[in-house]
């Protein structure tokens, strides 16, 4: 089946820094998403990705929908303590009906205050 | 509420036990979805309902679990008989297109 791969698997930042993670495909997808989980929480919408190439924004963070269509980038600046959490990637694909989800096996995201 | 909720947010079963997990969507959305996420991975999905019908359950994982959507709004998934096997998370999320909105999900522990 259809895998996405994410790097790294984890990372320890400083407060300020900049964190870049990718995530990558066998296969093309049509949309990218990007998602934080908190401990103990659902997956929480971040970025939605609709077009080869494009690059959107939601506040301090930044993605980007690759050109081959089989990658995407997330880029989080100046990183502070909340932003602590694992960041999946996910595209969807049609199944049998609808548009289940594909993860990526996430980036833990660990923040020294 | 605005997004998606479900119950039980913890359940405890002992082996052989059937559990119920619930699910209220987003009020209108058409699409949705179960997902199961093991420790340290990602959420692998179970199956998919569009208003009241099933319309694709290949990710459920055997026979002991069946799910239902009888009135196109709550949704209910079933686990007969659990197994250790079974721990995880069990994530419900709805859409109306293509970005799917989660619940906090429950957190299924099988002793």
């Known amino acids: 089946g259809q895998q996405l791969n994410q790097s790294p698997q984890s990372m320890f930042i400083q407060e300020g820094e900049d964190v870049s993670m990718n995530c990558t495909s066998s296969s093309i997808f049509n949309t990218w998403l990007w998602y934080k989980q908190d401990p103990g929480e659902g997956p929480v919408l971040l970025i939605a990705l609709y077009k080869a190439g494009e690059l959107t924004s939601n506040g301090r963070l930044t993605a980007q929908f690759g050109i081959t269509r089989k990658d995407s980038f997330l880029n989080i600046s100046a990183s502070i303590p909340s932003d602590v959490g694992i960041y999946f990637c996910?595209?969807?694909?049609?199944?049998?009906?609808?548009?289940?989800?594909?993860f990526g096996g996430g980036t833990r995201l660990m923040v020294k205050p | 509420g605005a997004g998606v909720s479900q119950s039980p947010r913890y359940k405890v079963a002992k082996r052989g036990q059937d559990v119920a997990l619930r699910c209220d969507p987003i009020?209108?959305?058409?699409?949705l979805f179960w997902y199961q996420q093991a420790l340290g991975q990602g959420p692998e999905f179970l199956t998919y309902f569009q208003n009241e019908a099933q319309l694709d359950k290949s990710g459920l994982p055997s026979d002991r679990f069946f799910a239902e959507r009888p009135e196109g709004s709550v949704s209910t998934l079933k686990i007969q008989r659990t197994q250790q096997e079974d721990s995880a998370v069990y994530l419900c999320?709805?859409?109306?297109?293509?970005?799917?909105?989660f619940g906090p999900g429950t957190r299924l522990t099988v002793t």
């Open positions: 009020s209108g959305h058409v699409s």
């Open positions: 996910a595209g969807p694909h049609r199944g049998n009906a609808g548009n289940m989800l594909t």
């Open positions: 999320a709805s859409s109306l297109g293509w970005e799917q909105y």
